[in-house]
T-cell receptor, first 111, second 112 residues
Framework: DQQVKQNSPSLSVQEGRISILNCDYT??????FLWYKKYPAEGPTFLIS?????DKNEDGRFTVFLNKSAKHLSLHIVPSQPGDSAVYFC??????????FGGGTRLMVKP | DVKVTQSSRYLVKRTGEKVFLECVQD?????MFWYRQDPGLGLRLIYF???????EKGDIPEGYSVSREKKERFSLILESASTNQTSMYLC???????????FGSGTQLSVL
């Protein structure tokens, strides 16, 4: 049973528009959430994170929102650029400081 | 920058072969991890290690074992490879208290 789900396997967005990637989790004990980005033939790289005591964290064009009551987090990319085309994984931290990853969403930003 | 190096980019093995995947990190990280990535399933944890000679099972350890004789090196072993172990294998490391993982580039293993 997947505790972290990314229900959209892919997303296509026009350059300059907003990209919104979504992630749902089931375990209320998760206390820290992260987003990773993965290009083909490379390992995932850390993008942005948020603690469960916050509801928003911003870093340049990237903003992560956390809705604890809905057990939902989202990553907003504004404006989207072709170089943002990659697979995005959300991850949640739980007991023992371990991460559980979602299935990933492939983002395609069209010029 | 942290560097996590996986020895092979691509590997092709036959069913029943013993397979070794090697991973080396250069930042003196205490924790090291092996994940596999499959479409739609994301990254699933196979094994991890908090310190030299220590290992813990992850979510899907069946069919795998690991070795950590030195702090910088973490090996994943497939004792008898099977076709359902065809996958992308990712090694990662982090400090003992950090949340952020640093990943290698991955090894695409095909078992025929």
């Amino acid at each position: 049973d997947q505790q972290v789900k990314q229900n959209s396997p892919s997303l296509s967005v026009q350059e300059g528009r907003i990209s919104i990637l979504n992630c749902d989790y089931t375990n209320s004990m998760f206390d820290y959430f992260l987003w990773y980005k993965k290009y083909p033939a490379e390992g995932p790289t850390f993008l942005i994170s948020i603690s469960s005591i916050k509801d928003k964290n911003e870093d340049g064009r990237f903003t992560v929102f956390l809705n604890k009551s809905a057990k939902h987090l989202s990553l907003h990319i504004v404006p989207s650029q072709p170089g943002d085309s990659a697979v995005y994984f959300c991850a949640s931290r739980h007991a023992g400081n371990m991460l559980t990853f979602g299935g990933g969403t492939r983002l395609m930003v069209k010029p | 920058d942290v560097k996590v190096t996986q020895s092979s980019r691509y590997l092709v093995k036959r069913t029943g072969e013993k397979v070794f995947l090697e991973c080396v990190q250069d930042m003196d990280h205490e924790n090291m991890f092996w994940y596999r990535q499959d479409p739609g399933l994301g990254l699933r944890l196979i094994y991890f290690s908090y310190d030299v000679k220590m290992k813990e099972k992850g979510d899907i350890p069946e069919g795998y074992s690991v070795s950590r004789e030195k702090k910088e090196r973490f090996s994943l072993i497939l004792e008898s490879a099977s076709t359902n172990q065809t996958s992308m294998y990712l090694c990662a490391s982090r400090t003992g208290v950090g949340e952020k993982l640093f990943f290698g580039s991955g090894t695409q293993l095909s078992v025929l």
